[in-house]
Nanobody
């Protein structure tokens, strides 16, 4: 089991910003990886939000393009998700996720997160 620990969730008004962090030291021991964020809406719908691979290639789901930015600081073993211009439909539990099979990279990563390792999640609430 690979441990992923999220932080940074909270409650904001629409148009606000939040930055999520994920401590992922065990995942960063792998040479090839996909790391990213999955969210689960209040009605339990799961959506892969963004991914980044070992080369730093980022991929986003359409609904967050231009608003969210995924980055990583490998030296600090930390993954980030900067969320700007938040909307009420961004509300949900956000999970850090990792695919460590080494089989995927680039835009393939985002579709692999759901079947990988997940953290415990951090809640994001956006009010209108």
């Amino acid at each position: 089991q690979v441990q992923l620990v999220e932080s940074g969730g909270g409650s904001v008004e629409a148009g606000g910003s939040l930055t999520l962090s994920c401590e992922a030291s065990e995942a960063y021991r792998y040479r090839y990886y996909c790391l990213g964020w999955i969210r689960q809406s209040p009605d339990k719908q799961v959506e892969e939000v963004a991914s980044i691979d070992h080369d730093g290639t980022a991929t986003y789901t359409d609904s967050v393009k231009g608003r969210f930015t995924i980055t990583q600081d490998v030296a600090k073993n930390t993954l980030y998700l900067q969320m700007n211009n938040l909307r009420p439909d961004d509300t949900g539990m956000y999970f850090c996720a990792a695919d460590l099979t080494g089989r995927y990279s680039g835009s393939w990563c985002i579709d692999r997160l759901e079947t990988g390792y997940w953290g415990q999640g951090t809640q994001v609430n956006v009010s209108s």
